[in-house]
């Protein structure tokens, strides 16, 4: 069933479709509802993951992951857009914040688990803008285990960013080479390496961060970190 959902239905695709062209909250107007689709992209994309596995073992080949941005913005966009808090049902008031930052999380997890190592050429208007990354991320500084996660899979992801973006590339690297340096050997070592080269493309793209003493200082730091972790 999952092999003809995803191959031959392209369940994927209309995954992110669903969100794709329409307004979040007129879609999903309840937070609980927004958990459910979120969980649905999860369990799609571990037996997508599941399938690719089998096929690999199989015939030596593995099918290229082209849902991978798509998705990963459709969840970007359900988790960012204000919600009508006040008659969320199935979640208190108290809860389902944290609720729909861990669906979210694991829906990114779930992405960058399937797609974790595939170079797909993606075109600009299948890249994530940095500011929505940025915005994402922030909402997981309280949560250290899910920011590990969303760091890991927004740095696998292809961004657009310009000169307007500069203070979301400087609060990124702040952020990211903090967390790094703050949680250490508690950080995989792949987010490690991923975060310091999307930290590197940052600050190619705006050279004045090398200007930034703090950034800077943080870097040389985090690199002689991995220097002493992997050698």
């Known amino acids: ?54 096929s ?43 609720a729909l930052l861990e669906s979210t999380s694991n829906s990114l997890w779930a992405i960058y688990l399937a797609g974790k190592g595939q170079h797909i050429a993606i075109t600009l208007s299948g890249s994530t803008n940095l500011h929505n990354a940025m915005s994402l991320l922030k909402k997981f500084i309280c949560h250290v285990e899910m920011f590990g996660k969303v760091l890991a899979s927004i740095c696998d992801l292809p961004l657009v960013t310009n000169d307007a973006d500069l203070p979301s590339a400087k609060l990124f ?21 991923l975060s310091l080269r999307r930290v590197s493309e940052l600050m190619k ?13 943080q870097m040389m730091k985090c690199r002689h970190f991995v220097y002493l972790l992997v050698g």
Not at 19 to 46: E, G, H, M
Not at 65 to 90: H, M, Q, S
């Open 173 to 193: 690297c702040e952020l990211a080479l903090g967390f790094i340096l703050e949680m250490r050997t508690r950080v995989l070592s792949d987010t490690i390496l």
């Open 56 to 98: 690999d073992d199989i015939n030596g080949s593995t099918m290229e992951f082209y849902e991978k941005a798509p998705l990963a913005n459709a969840v970007i966009r359900i988790c960012l857009n204000d919600a009508d808090t006040a008659e969320n049902k199935g979640i208190s008031s108290d809860e389902f914040p944290t």
């Open 205 to 217: 793209l705006h050279p004045c961060l090398g200007d930034e003493a703090h950034i800077v200082s």
């Open 1 to 54: 069933a999952a092999n003809h959902l995803i191959k031959r239905q392209g369940f994927l695709s209309w995954l992110h479709g669903v969100v794709s062209w329409r307004n979040v909250s007129s879609v999903f107007p309840y937070v609980a509802l927004r958990c459910r689709f979120l969980k649905l992209i999860t369990t799609a994309v571990d037996a997508y993951r599941c399938l690719n596995q089998a």
